[in-house]
């Protein structure tokens, strides 16, 4: 969830209603007068939320104790295996594609790119891992396939589910692992081994990213 402007002065008010019966119930005089600062908090408290939002949840000094959640941004190197079978009823093999992450505090967003399809998330959650090392971001995505191979023989939009698993100390992940599950009968597992910092929208430049560096 993304806090805005009208949250943020939403609990403002609660908290001064509170303050102001706190101090009228111990008889301590409240005026109009203390009210004049409110617009200067809600805009202070709105930028610190941006700052908190966009930079400080991924300081290495307050993770573990204050903020709760791995940095994945960037592009990553993804080695996919799946269970999906060609026409001649063999199991594909293992295709190299890649994966864009944006990440703030409150939004988790992945684009998952093959040779022969996209798949972006439509709804994310990151949690710690129950092994209580590491934490474990999950996703449910649709995927398309290229527009050219919608025949209803070779592959079709679908939906799935993306359980990754993040390994290495700190904040940001060195490597991870993930398994995902589609509503067209097929499983796979994905091994993230790479990555940089910028976050690419298309197979082709991801791709020629990766080989140059």
């Known amino acids: 969830m993304k806090i805005e402007r009208i949250h943020i002065t939403f609990f403002v008010v609660i908290a001064a209603l509170v303050w102001w019966a706190t101090l009228a119930y111990q008889d301590t005089p409240v005026t109009w007068e203390h009210a004049k600062p409110f617009t200067i908090v809600v805009s202070a408290l709105g930028v ?14 307050l993770h573990g104790w204050f903020f709760k959640r791995p940095d994945l941004r960037g592009t990553w190197r993804v080695e996919l295996q799946s269970s999906f079978k060609s026409k001649s009823g063999e199991r594909v093999p293992m295709i190299v594609c890649y994966m864009g992450v944006e990440q703030t505090l409150s939004e988790l967003k992945m684009h998952l790119m093959t040779p022969e399809s996209a798949s972006c998330s439509i709804a ?3 949690r710690p891992s129950p092994s209580g090392k590491g934490y474990q971001a999950i996703f449910v ?3 398309e396939p290229n527009i050219h191979l919608r025949d209803g023989r070779t592959s079709l939009i679908h ?9 290495g100390s700190g904040v940001r992940p060195d490597t991870l692992t993930a398994e995902y599950w589609t509503d ?8 993230f081994n790479n990555r940089v910092d910028e976050v690419f929208t298309r197979f082709a430049d991801a791709k020629q990213h990766f080989e140059q560096s």
């Open 124 to 126: 994310s959650h990151i």
């Open 48 to 61: 610190l939320w941006l700052i908190f939002d966009h930079r400080l949840w991924r300081n290495p000094y």
């Open 159 to 167: 939906k799935g589910a993306l359980i990754i698993n993040t390994h």
């Open 141 to 143: 995505y649709t995927n």
């Open 184 to 191: 067209r009968d097929t499983v796979g597992t994905m091994d």
